[in-house]
T-cell receptor, first 114, second 113 residues
Framework: KAGVTQTPRYLIKTRGQQVTLSCSPI?????VSWYQQTPGQGLQFLFE???????NKGNFPGRFSGRQFSNSRSEMNVSTLELGDSALYLC?????????????FGPGTRLTVL | DQQVKQNSPSLSVQEGRISILNCDYT??????FLWYKKYPAEGPTFLIS?????DKNEDGRFTVFLNKSAKHLSLHIVPSQPGDSAVYFC????????????FGTGTSLTVIP
């Protein structure tokens, strides 16, 4: 069974631009969560989607948004990029919402904002 | 506000010895704790977990201890192997904050052959 895939793996943008990241969960998984990883803050929860609905949201500004499609694939969008948005963005999938030890992470998208 | 803290950014241990990774949390409502391991260029992978109703969970070479009164958990790896070299994250699930996971900043473990 294929794992969680994220595209693109690397991305370079400039301040003020917007970016869309994609996550394809493991086949059959219906929940997708997004995290931002930075050296000083560790992994910070962005949001969780289940059955195309946002179920939980972390403490991030409205510039960060996401959506989930009927095939459970998810996209995350960041508008008006800032230098501080440079980070590794990880998505994780699980069969059920908020599943505990059955949450599988993708390799991440490394975003650099210049 | 960092609700889950790993105060040691790095740890070096000789092969065969015990590795002890520590994690502290501030929210007494957390009901489930997990440890993840992360290799470079890969996403974190689940390692071991513990419910707040227990104080110890063991899985092979890995044991997690939970001290609720001190709001502290630790991961013991015995014996440590070079393949254990990775970044280890502890995470906690909050209730009633829902199914949101709070992660620590990670501890980079190096096991020296």
């Amino acid at each position: 069974k294929a794992g969680v895939t994220q595209t693109p793996r690397y991305l370079i943008k400039t301040r003020g631009q917007q970016v869309t990241l994609s996550c394809s969960p493991i086949s059959g998984h219906r929940s997708v969560s997004w995290y931002q990883q930075t050296p000083g803050q560790g992994l910070q929860f962005l949001f969780e989607y289940f059955s195309e609905t946002q179920r939980n949201k972390g403490n991030f500004p409205g510039r960060f948004s996401g959506r989930q499609f009927s095939n459970s694939r998810s996209e995350m969008n960041v508008s008006t990029l800032e230098l501080g948005d440079s980070a590794l963005y990880l998505c994780a999938s699980s069969f059920e919402q908020g599943a505990l030890n059955e949450q599988f992470f993708g390799p991440g998208t490394r975003l650099t904002v210049l | 506000d960092q609700q889950v803290k790993q105060n040691s950014p790095s740890l070096s241990v000789q092969e065969g010895r015990i590795s002890i990774l520590n994690c502290d949390y501030t929210n007494s409502m957390f009901d489930y704790f997990l440890w993840y391991k992360k290799y470079p260029a890969e996403g974190p992978t689940f390692l071991i977990s513990i419910s707040s109703i227990k104080d110890k969970n063991e899985d092979g070479r890995f044991t997690v201890f939970l001290n609720k009164s001190a709001k502290h958990l630790s991961l013991h790896i015995v014996p440590s192997q070079p393949g254990d070299s990775a970044v280890y994250f502890c995470a906690a699930r909050g209730f009633p904050t829902g199914n949101q996971f709070y992660f620590g900043t990670g501890t980079s473990l190096t096991v020296i052959p």
